[in-house]
């Protein structure tokens, strides 16, 4: 029995559902008394369960979920959080037959809640929708390929990233999060490439805006570089041709308002 399998038996173990006593099936009985063995709900349940199990959602977000994401929290509640929320809602309902493959780019300042966004929307297609996936921190991707080339590691740059490439939705965090070089752009843009040829649903959240790489203007005269003060860019961080693809395999969702960890999760001794 594997790790994963084993966690789901033990959380089985722990929850045995009181209508079938673990066996998966309950006997109901109809109007004209006839019985008949049907699936118990706990099988749906533990099924949820164990795809989560295997999700690699961290601890500090299994609690995230739509229900629990607070658009209209405090002061500085922006009604884009509201908008992104119901966006959010239509795009569960209408997996996968709606999405055709497209995925949800989640732009925002820090704190927004672009990741509790994105994590809420895995675990209602999981949950709602049947549906596998699997989360990733952007940088912690990264630094495992970049471990694979040590001979000493066994696993390949291919066994990190087939999983990447194979979950039928991918939560990528906080792309661009790493230092721009060539290396990067060419991960990123196989990862992304072949998620797109393969019509797979990609849900990513980025800090940087989704514009165009600082000195590009925007256009009739896009071809002549243009000089712009301002912060960096989702273009800047990991390449215009792949913020462009991005822009193909990806509904935009912009998230505007206060840092909510700012405002009420600083950490402190009781």
Not at 115 to 135: K, M, P
Request: charged share 25%.
């Amino acid at each position: 029995m594997s790790t994963a399998d084993q966690l789901g038996f033990a959380a089985d173990l722990e929850e045995m559902c009181k209508f079938c006593e673990g066996q998966g099936m309950r006997v109901v009985e109809d109007a004209a008394g006839k019985r008949t063995a049907v699936p118990c709900v706990c099988r749906a349940q533990r099924r949820t369960r164990r795809v989560l199990n295997l999700a690699r959602i961290p601890r500090r977000y299994e609690h995230c979920t739509l229900d629990s994401f607070e658009p209209n929290f405090g002061e500085g509640s922006h009604r884009s959080l509201s908008t992104a929320l119901r966006n959010a809602r239509k795009f569960v309902d209408g997996y996968p037959l709606m999405n055709d493959g497209a995925g949800l780019l989640l732009t925002g300042a820090i704190g927004v809640g672009k990741t509790h966004l994105a994590v809420g929307i895995l675990q209602a297609l999981v949950d709602e929708r049947g549906a596998t996936g699997l989360f990733y921190d952007y940088r912690e991707l990264l630094k495992q390929v970049q471990n694979s080339y040590n001979s000493r590691v066994a696993a390949t740059e291919l066994e990190v990233l087939a999983p990447v490439f194979d979950a039928e939705v991918l939560v990528l965090d906080e792309i661009g999060a790493s230092k721009p070089t060539d290396w990067v752009w060419d991960t990123v843009a196989h990862i992304l490439n072949t998620r797109y040829n393969d019509k797979r649903t990609t849900i990513i959240t980025t800090n940087y805006a989704n514009l165009p790489p600082l000195g590009m203007a925007v256009g009739e005269d896009s071809q002549r570089p243009t000089r712009v003060v301002r912060e960096e860019t989702l273009g800047d961080r990991i390449g215009e041709r792949m913020r462009s693809r991005l822009q193909e395999m990806c509904i935009v969702v912009e998230m505007q308002g206060e840092d909510f960890r700012q405002k009420v999760k600083k950490a402190s001794f009781a």
